[in-house]
């Protein structure tokens, strides 16, 4: 009986994060928003395995809030005289930012979890 094959945990993160499937990366991860398919399309892999849970939404905050932080000191000379502009601006950018991130993120913990073999992923279906 042999062993199978490690699976490569740096492209299945770069699929992952591309929002593709990561054992084929040609199928589409998501059906809505964030919505997880139930299989690949392309592969047939089975992704209704992950549980992601709260960790996309937490290092979306993370990066997001580190990112305004730079802006807000980087803007707040800039803007002095004017603080409700300068709030309209970093709130525009923290709320496009967010919802750009958090889909990748999300794309980025599955991936993990399937590269990893965790929560049913490595479970050979017979």
Request: charged residues 15%; glycine residues 8%; proline residues 5%.
């Amino acid at each position: 009986m042999s062993t199978p094959a490690p699976r490569d945990t740096k492209l299945a993160v770069r699929r992952g994060l591309m929002l593709r499937c990561p054992a084929c990366g040609e199928g589409k991860l998501f059906g809505r928003y964030l919505k997880v398919n139930h299989t690949c399309a392309a592969c047939g892999e089975e992704l209704h395995h992950q549980r992601a849970d709260d960790g996309p939404a937490y290092l979306t905050i993370l990066v997001v809030v580190h990112v305004v932080g730079i802006a807000l000191h980087s803007l707040v000379g800039r803007y002095q005289d004017h603080p409700l502009q300068l709030a309209l601006i970093l709130c525009t950018v923290a709320t496009v930012l967010s919802l750009a991130l958090l889909p990748r993120m999300k794309g980025l913990m599955v991936a993990i979890q399937w590269a990893k073999e965790m929560h049913g992923f490595g479970k050979a279906t017979s």
